[in-house]
């Protein structure tokens, strides 16, 4: 007897229905190698089902399915509803997965399986978990399918005891010799931070390790910031004789890019190659990382631009590279490239755009930032903007990132340190403590960061006592020091003169001083003149950070001070031996959205002959106004009129008569500098300013300053660091 089972509906999917005996309901669990000839009816129909369900696309075709399947009377049949739950979880549908589950009154072990895998497949992690809960208490035994999945979706919510606690179960249920369940366990304890345990489950498969199991260990090193244990491990698997496979190669190139390795990172690149597996987009990804973190921005833009379809994460790892490598300029334009192909950019990559925009100092690009995130759904978001804050703090408007800052309405730690760091960069320091009282109010705890820009704050204002007192609050909250803080107050120390105090601090420090430590000695030992101290610094930091320019020009500085000639000569020689290069002195400024660069005496700018006449008349006027430069520390082999002359046309006085000649009159300056300014640009820039009756904001390598009539927001205290590099601006 056979039946015709069309829709009264044509049924879209496919033309037919099959005829085909309806067998009697079997409510047992359907395995499939149990039927035999005298039931083919009921065997043609379920490879029919199954054929039609692995042919489906939409949502559409799973209804129409699933009402074939209750015609038929096989809604019960274990095996139709065990592919359906597949199916439709593949598509997404995993709430329709749901819902035919449920509709079974005893579901099997395979049934479970199928739909705790349809969970953790989607991140649905915690519904995984739920579900397999329920699973043992109705009593049903898991298998070694089930386990793979749970431990999945342990790791992905990063369960640490469920997931100690399935341990324990897979023990009780014998599968501790299975090696997937084994490798499931190894990527729970790494998702969750635990190597130890990680470890321990590794090295219990004994000679059974796959390369699963290699991969899994290795990324749980390279995930946990741990990457030289993870390549130890890799070569350990080279030397068993295991070929890596794509996934193994993720992790490693993501644990040289860690550790900045660029010539190992390049063997396994070639590696790759050979393989062929380049196309691999994870790979792809890994390898754009390692070369954007070891400086090779534009080799990752070559590996980047090769890719047909680039995915965010690929985007975001392109914008970051070039930020970080100071390529700001390119990061901004492949942000807006990304826009301009109706990508749609996450948080990671706001934030990475930011940060260029504040490195780049321009701050019509960091108000177009601004705008785009007032526009869009990121202007709640936390992270966000407090790197807005940061970004306008760094582009010369405090008022701006204060804006931000009362705009926001969830304030974390990481909002008000961002906007207390701001106000500490520009020299605010009554600001900053303020806002740390209300902070203290609105009951926020402070970090070590919060610190920081407390700290930098009553530096740059000579605020001593106040800063010693903010030190020593730190214990209060539990917060260990580190270097910037200590650098904090040695410099802080030392611009007020108490170089004995701020040596003593220094060999009272519970850890190791380093290079920021022994600069800020080195530094104030240069405005004091104190030749022994500056020389003891020097060692230390020659011996830290041998090819860091500055450190070098610092003591010559100090050398030239005191007329020791010859000790500028030794030092001379000491970076020619190291083949150390000055560094030079470069200023720039925005007009009309676009940024002018300078250098010392440069005549490069196609308006050189108008900026020199216009800067002569501005230097004759300074005379006149009674503005004597400091020939002190310029080269001392020049006469007095070649020294004044080398000093008046460093880099940020052609960037301001530019920007006089060149923007209507009021309008507010805004300077970057790579180095510190000088003592003389400093005090012909304040004259400037009451003269022209201009704001001028100067960014320099360590802080801003604000000159208006004639004064600068730094009170003249920060007067005492700014000799440095006198010489070479």
Not at 191 to 201: M, S, Y
Request: net charge neutral; proline share 2%.
């Amino acid at each position: 007897m056979s039946r015709n089972l069309a829709l009264s509906k044509p049924f879209t999917f496919f033309s037919r229905i099959p005829s085909t005996k309806v067998q009697p309901l079997n409510l047992q669990p359907f395995t499939y190698h149990k039927f035999n000839n005298t039931n083919n009816g009921t065997l043609n129909l379920e490879l029919f089902y199954t054929s039609i369900l692995d042919r489906s696309t939409c949502t559409k075709h799973l209804n129409q399915i699933h009402s074939q399947v209750i015609i038929t009377g096989f809604q019960l049949n274990g095996f139709i509803v065990t592919k359906f739950i597949h199916v439709a979880s593949n598509l997404g549908e995993i709430w329709y997965a749901r819902k035919v589950f449920d509709e079974m009154p005893e579901p099997y072990v395979f049934l479970w399986n199928a739909i705790i895998r349809g969970y953790t497949k989607r991140n649905m992690f915690n519904e995984a978990i739920m579900l397999y809960t329920r699973m043992q208490n109705m009593g049903v035994g898991p298998d070694c399918f089930t386990m793979p999945h749970v431990l999945k979706a342990c790791g992905g919510a990063a369960e640490f005891e469920v997931g100690r606690a399935v341990h324990g179960q897979i023990y009780r249920c014998g599968f501790e010799s299975d090696v997937f369940v084994q490798n499931g366990l190894v990527a729970v304890y790494a998702k969750c931070g635990r190597l130890d345990n990680a470890r321990v489950v590794f090295e219990g498969l004994g000679d059974h390790k796959t390369i699963v199991s290699w991969t899994s260990i290795i990324s749980a090193y390279a995930q946990n910031g741990q990457p030289i244990e993870g390549l130890k491990c890799f070569e350990r698997m080279r030397s068993s004789g295991l070929k890596p496979d794509w996934i193994t190669l993720v992790s490693v190139i993501s644990a040289y890019a860690d550790v900045e390795d660029l010539r190992q990172g390049e063997s396994v690149h070639s590696c790759v190659i050979k393989l062929g597996l380049e196309s691999e987009t994870d790979l792809r990804i890994a390898l754009i990382t390692l070369y954007a973190k070891c400086g090779e921005v534009m080799i990752a833009k070559s590996l980047f631009d090769e890719m047909e379809t680039c995915n965010v994460i690929m985007w975001n790892t392109m914008i970051s590279g070039f930020a970080k490598n100071g390529c700001c300029n390119e990061a901004i334009i492949i942000f807006k490239k990304m826009l301009s192909k109706n990508l749609k950019p996450d948080s990671v990559t706001v934030c990475a755009t930011i940060l260029a925009c504040a490195q780049l100092g321009s701050l019509e690009e960091a108000r177009k930032m601004g705008d785009y995130v007032h526009k869009s759904e990121f202007k709640t978001d936390v992270f966000v903007n407090s790197a807005l804050i940061d970004m306008y703090a760094k582009c010369g408007s405090v008022d701006l990132a204060r804006n931000v800052f009362d705009q926001t309405k969830t304030k974390d730690v990481v909002v008000w340190s961002s906007m207390i760091v701001g106000y500490g960069l520009h020299g605010k320091a009554h600001e900053a403590m303020n806002l740390f009282n209300l902070m203290k109010q609105a009951g926020v705890v402070p970090n070590d960061v919060t610190f920081i820009g407390l700290l930098t704050a009553c530096n740059h204002a000579g605020l001593v006592e106040e800063g010693w007192r903010i030190f020593n609050r730190m214990k209060d909250y539990n917060i260990e020091p580190r270097h910037q803080h200590y650098a904090c107050v040695v410099d802080l120390l030392g611009r007020a003169g108490c170089l004995d105090r701020a040596y003593d601090f220094i060999k009272t420090m519970p850890i190791k001083p380093g290079v920021s430590v022994w600069g800020a000695l080195l530094s104030a030992s240069r405005i004091y003149r104190h030749v022994a101290l500056g020389e003891y610094s020097a060692e230390h930091l020659f011996s830290l950070d041998p090819y860091n320019t500055g450190h070098y020009v610092q003591l010559s500085n100090l050398y030239a001070s005191v007329r020791m000639w010859s000790g500028v000569a030794r030092v001379r020689v000491l970076m020619k031996e190291r083949g150390l290069a000055k560094d030079m002195g470069c200023s720039m400024i925005e007009i009309n959205g676009k940024l002018h660069v300078f250098r010392m005496g440069d005549v490069s700018h196609p308006r050189s002959n108008e900026i020199f006449k216009e800067h002569k008349k501005l230097d004759a006027r300074l005379k006149e106004a009674g503005l004597v430069a400091d020939t002190e520390s310029a080269l001392h082999d020049l006469s007095y009129e070649d020294k004044e002359e080398s000093i008046c046309y460093h880099s940020e006085r052609l960037a301001i008569v530019y920007g006089l000649m060149s923007t209507p009159f009021g309008t507010t300056l805004r300077i970057i500098k790579n180095l510190r300014a000088c003592v003389n640009c400093h005090a012909a820039i304040k004259l400037i300013s009451r003269l022209e009756k201009r704001e001028i904001i100067v960014r320099d390598a360590n802080r801003f300053h604000h000159f208006k009539n004639g004064e600068c927001s730094c009170g003249d205290y920060c007067l005492i660091t700014y000799t440095d590099m006198v010489m070479y601006n």
